[in-house]
């Protein structure tokens, strides 16, 4: 029996899930397609479209697990066509990013740490 694969699905935290719904829609384009509130009105949980793929944010507090003494942040993934563009965008919405890098295993990078303690990899594969 075969099983085809659509994609992977990131469930990310953070202490204000909607203040990151709208960083991730105005730098990275991502679209808003749900936000559930709490009781206190704050966003609980969000799901975000990306390309044919979504993220999910939950809004019950930032909940990163980093090994002991281990202060790297969590790296997410995301497949474009176009990482010159990508970079292009992010750079005139005002945010903070490194020119993108041919690295030598063949994918062309852009990486970008979001305000939320995330890092973001816009990504494409390009000959080695």
Do not use: C, H
Request: charged share 25%.
């Amino acid at each position: 029996m075969s099983v085809q694969f659509a994609g992977i699905v990131p469930y990310l935290f953070f202490d204000d899930a909607a203040a990151a719904m709208d960083w991730y829609a105005r730098v990275f384009g991502f679209e808003d397609i749900g936000r559930w509130e709490n009781d206190a009105g704050g966003v609980q949980n969000g799901e975000m479209r990306v390309g044919n793929t979504e993220v999910w944010l939950d809004g019950g507090g930032r909940q990163l697990f980093p090994r002991e003494g281990d202060d790297r942040p969590q790296w997410i993934g995301v497949w474009v066509d176009d990482v010159d563009a990508m970079y292009e965008r992010i750079k005139s919405a005002g945010a903070e990013a490194e020119p993108p890098v041919t690295r030598e295993f063949g994918v062309q990078m852009l990486t970008v740490p979001d305000p939320f303690g995330y890092l973001w990899g816009f990504i494409r594969r390009v000959k080695p």
